[in-house]
């Protein structure tokens, strides 16, 4: 959903509460795919288990010379995956004792379930290298090369440091890391910025939730050279990928690079290096298309049961919900919940006109109200969402509750749609509005309930006394409920009654939400009990 300010000659400034292009993700989700890194690697491998990566058999020839068959020698590979890099290596070179460490238990797994995987001459386990000491699993100045393969990448920059002081305590003096890594100028990197896609500079997020840096060579020596190795060698490898069936040309850069744990300042850069012909790119074929967005249908069909409604929601699917730029691609708990409420409690809704502010593509309490309502108008200001929403009321409603069903876009403030939306009425408003999860951008709350204001029917009550009525469900984000109530008072809303923490003052509505609990099956309750509801009634 989104909201701007009234069309006059001179316009304020539109609110997006989606990032608008070229923006970077919003902290929320920085933060989130940060604490989260883990579990999204482990379900990156849990989905493509050991087909993603193609083996390494490329590593004798670039970096045979830095191996030695004449002698032992001990390899920590960082960020081991499924063992492409380890089990070459093993094969190339018997005498290797050979660590292997990965972020994802489940990746160690694989190496271990590997049928190559030999327990005298590996050692395989999980690591955060970012704030696990690596001391715990490899003995202190023991390896003579790290490998580090498409693995840097996936930590924050602001951790990178951490990693490389993290390796130094188990390096022997004089020791090797091999690197390579993604280089900016990608292709990925282009198509990962057009999807709005950004975390900080040259950082982004796949559609998986996982992350990449894109390494130019000037930040890569610098970061190394910071934390106390020279550069050995270090250039940029340029490679065309095509597919000739799907006819698209992928222009692939990374960087490949040797660094030693001295203090010499002797430096050996290679020119930007074209790679000769059958040279192996590491990642498969399936992956790059993954990766670049070439992928199947980002939509799937969420199955949900509330009491006698069994709805089949369309929505975006959960491996891209990380990065979509509109939260209405979804569907939130406080919705699950609220629809919930409402198949259990009819009279809150039956014969009365009904808006839904910020419906997204579900609209399931939307659906749940068309039962008994006169009238049903679900909104959002995402166009994407209103097309799912517009087929996922078609395809779970029938013709009788369709006709007084209308799904209407909705930008909160904007006068034009207001009116559009009033005239669905008649002009008189609504005698219930309905909110989930609509409150969670600070900048949104005045347009919320400004367009609330307007839209909210003047009627001072029914018959039975029930008075127009605003109600939000939400899980308190980034804005608290002192905020809410300030812009609530501030258009003439007074809480009434709240749940699940009621401390309001003794009125004839306190206690009114507990009422909806009374009674409700218990497998269709969301329990989360960080979720609230505010009842409202305008002044």
């Not at 923006?23 to 849990?46: G, M, Q, S």
């Not at 190559?116 to 999980?126: T, Y």
């Not at 369709?402 to 009033?422: A, P």
């Not at 008189?428 to 709350?445: H, L, N, S």
């Amino acid at each position: 959903m989104a909201s701007d300010a009234s069309t006059n000659s001179l316009q304020k400034p539109k609110i997006q509460i989606y990032s608008t292009p070229n923006d970077e993700v919003t902290p929320f989700w920085k933060e989130k795919y940060e604490k989260d890194a883990k579990k999204y690697w482990d379900i990156f491998y849990k989905r493509h288990q050991d087909r993603f990566f193609k083996d390494r058999h490329y590593l004798d020839k670039e970096w045979g010379h830095y191996f030695s068959e004449a002698e032992e020698k001990v390899v920590l590979e960082v960020g081991c995956g499924a063992g492409n890099t380890i089990f070459p290596l093993a094969a190339t070179y018997p005498a290797l004792f050979i660590h292997a460490c990965d972020f994802s238990p489940r990746a160690v797994d694989l190496v271990k379930a590997h049928k190559d995987f030999n327990e005298s001459k590996m050692n395989a386990f999980a690591c955060d290298i970012t704030s696990e000491d690596l001391v715990n699993h490899v003995s202190p100045s023991s390896v003579d090369i790290v490998t580090m393969i498409f693995v840097l990448s996936a930590v924050s920059p602001e951790k990178m440091h951490l990693v490389l002081q993290n390796i130094k305590k188990i390096l022997k003096p004089n020791a090797y890391v091999l690197f390579r890594d993604y280089a900016t100028g990608d292709l990925a990197q282009e198509r990962l910025t057009c999807k709005d896609q950004k975390i900080s500079e040259n950082f982004f997020v796949r559609g998986d939730g996982t992350r990449a840096f894109y390494f130019s060579e000037e930040y890569l020596k610098n970061l190394f050279q910071e934390n106390g190795f020279s550069t050995e060698e270090c250039g940029v490898c340029c490679k065309q990928v095509e597919n000739r069936s799907r006819e698209i040309v992928m222009n692939r850069r990374w960087l490949q690079a040797a660094f030693r744990l001295n203090n010499d300042n002797l430096e050996l850069s290679k020119v930007v290096k074209e790679p000769e012909d059958g040279f192996v790119v590491d990642i498969s074929e399936g992956f790059a298309f993954d990766m670049f967005g070439i992928s199947s249908s980002r939509d799937e069909i969420m199955e949900l049961n509330l009491q006698d409604w069994n709805f089949k929601i369309k929505l975006l699917s959960k491996e891209f919900q990380h990065t979509c730029k509109s939260t209405g691609l979804m569907l939130w708990e406080s919705a699950r919940l609220m629809a919930s409420v409402l198949a259990s409690n009819q009279t809150i809704v039956s014969g009365k006109k009904i808006l839904e502010l910020g419906s997204g593509c579900g609209g399931i309490c939307s659906m749940i109200a068309s039962k008994t309502a006169r009238l049903v108008v679900p909104t959002d200001g995402d166009e994407k969402a209103l097309e799912l929403l517009n087929e996922n009321v078609t395809s779970n409603l029938d013709e009788s509750l369709l006709s007084k069903l209308h799904v209407k876009q909705l930008n909160w403030g904007n006068k034009e749609h207001i009116e559009s939306v009033k005239k669905l009425s008649d002009n008189k408003g609504f005698d219930v509005i309905i909110g989930t999860d609509v409150t969670y951008v600070a900048e949104a709350i005045i347009p919320l309930f400004q367009t609330a204001k307007e839209l909210i029917s003047s009627s001072q009550g029914d018959e039975e006394g029930l008075k127009p009525a605003f109600i939000l469900c939400h899980i308190f984000r980034r804005v608290d409920e002192e905020s809410i109530l300030s812009a609530a008072s501030c258009f003439g809303f007074q809480l009434v009654d709240k749940w699940p923490n009621n401390t309001i003052a003794e009125n004839p509505y306190r206690g009114t939400i507990n009422s909806w609990f009374e009674g409700r099956i218990k497998e269709d309750d969301v329990e989360n009990p960080a979720l609230n509801i505010m009842y409202f009634h305008a002044k």
